[in-house]
């Protein structure tokens, strides 16, 4: 995850966590204004530039604290009632009534000819841009970067806007950044949240099938054909395809569980051809313990170390530790990751063996502990309703599906906290749940990231 997305599921999870949009932009315009002070001190003639958005509200606020020591204008590109959110218009309202010197300009003929300031601080779009820049920003741009007054921009510049500085919100977007604190506790810079869903790439409306994920799931048996089917059908709503290997005596329920499933038999030639066509690959739900399996899985992580794999239940039991890489993602339980590592399930341990192993762990617990080897992250979403038979599973069907298109570690992310949450949507209508349940309620959850 890049920094600008990382600032987005920072402040999104925050919000999730309690501290309002309101409180953020409050904190973000009080910091803006305290490292202005700090650099370029009192008595200067400070023009602000803001966007309808969020980014343009924290130079709303800004303007409140500068205004006291400094001559003050605030310059909105756009009318007032294009402000788009309630928080960034309830703080121009206050500027307003605060008989601060405030402009608004529709378009780009009204705009100034000359901007007479000592300090420019552009608050015009921020981490909200997408695509080229359009009028009237375009001419601000221009308008801007002709002024000989020092430049600041707010947390990510305009596109094509040179400034001097750049103030960072929280994160460090750029490179020179200068980071600020906003009031968000560090702690909650390593929790999960719906941010982490409502970040994950997007299906593009110009997309065709396959390209929003392919998945190849190696899994089931005839004792557990379960486990197999629960994986897939969660993959399934997050990825265009999926491919599936299994052992042939578990071929007929795979097909009858779903039409989705393009179904072959498990065999190290079946893997090969269905490898190279997968962005991901699962291993391991209720697959059989044998020395063809494990042959398998050796032989998919050392000829296909370039793909991304998600290794569950089965595989780990199957695994040979020397074979993982930064590319593999394992999604123990408790007495799983005792097994396969020396160690307790202490979180200091699950970084530990990340790092060690150069891989990607997923422990599920009551909280579960999430690390790519760099970094420990929790997740707090769900509840005792997942000790269900086939919800592991199904959090591993998930976890492959995303990392389709997505990092590994972005992925667990994400998976922990949708399966948690789908499971506490459930808690407040049923006292009761298992896997087919939690698969419905999977769209739901994650609408509610995507709309959070």
Do not use: W
Request: positive net charge; contains cysteine.
């Amino acid at each position: 995850m890049d920094a600008i997305t990382f600032g987005k599921v920072l402040d999104t999870n925050a919000r999730y966590y309690g501290i309002s949009s309101l409180q953020l932009m409050e904190s973000a315009g009080r910091s803006i204004a305290e490292q202005l002070t700090k650099d370029f001190g009192e008595g200067n003639r400070i023009a602000i530039f803001c966007g309808t958005g969020n980014n343009g509200g924290d130079g709303f606020v800004a303007a409140r604290y500068l205004a006291d020591k400094n001559s003050v204008s605030v310059h909105l590109i756009g009318k007032p009632e294009q402000i788009k959110s309630s928080e960034a218009y309830r703080n121009f309202l206050i500027l307003k009534n605060s008989l601060i010197e405030t402009h608004a300009y529709a378009d780009s003929k009204e705009l100034p000819k000359k901007i007479e300031a000592d300090i420019i601080l552009e608050c015009l779009i921020g981490t909200g841009i997408q695509g080229e820049i359009r009028e009237p920003i375009k001419s601000v741009v221009e308008l801007l970067n002709k002024s000989k007054a020092k430049k600041v921009s707010v947390d990510l510049p305009c596109p094509g806007f040179k400034p001097n500085a750049v103030y960072s919100l929280a994160t460090k977007k750029v490179d020179n950044g200068i980071v600020l604190d906003i009031g968000i506790p560090k702690q909650l810079y390593y929790f999960t949240g719906p941010g982490n869903v409502k970040f994950l790439k997007k299906r593009s409306p110009e997309s065709h099938k396959g390209e929003n994920g392919v998945v190849l799931i190696v899994a089931g048996s005839n004792q557990y054909h379960g486990a197999s089917i629960f994986a897939g059908k969660a993959a399934s709503l997050f990825a265009d395809l999926i491919y599936f290997l299994t052992e042939k005596e578990n071929i007929s329920y795979v097909k009858k569980a779903s039409p989705e499933f393009i179904v072959s038999e498990l065999s190290s030639k079946n893997f090969e051809k269905l490898a190279q066509k997968a962005d991901s690959i699962l291993i391991g739900p209720g697959l059989s313990i044998s020395p063809k399996n494990k042959h398998i899985l050796a032989y998919a992580l050392r000829n296909f170390s370039g793909k991304k794999f998600v290794l569950d239940a089965t595989a780990l039991r199957l695994l040979n530790k020397k074979l993982l890489n930064k590319n593999c993602l394992l999604t123990p339980h408790a007495n799983e990751f005792k097994a396969l590592f020396p160690c307790d399930t202490k979180p200091e341990n699950v970084l530990a063996m990340a790092k060690k192993h150069s891989c990607n762990i997923l422990l599920k617990g009551s909280v579960d502990v999430i690390s790519d080897g760099s970094a420990l992250y929790y997740n707090f979403s769900g509840n005792a309703l997942l000790t269900a038979g086939g919800t592991g599973d199904c959090l591993a069907g998930i976890a492959a599906a995303f990392s389709a298109k997505n990092s590994l570690i972005d992925s667990a992310l994400a998976a922990s906290f949708l399966v948690g949450f789908a499971a506490d949507m459930l808690a407040l209508k049923k006292s009761g749940l298992n896997a087919s349940m939690l698969i419905e309620s999977l769209p739901e959850a994650k609408k509610f990231c995507e709309e959070f």
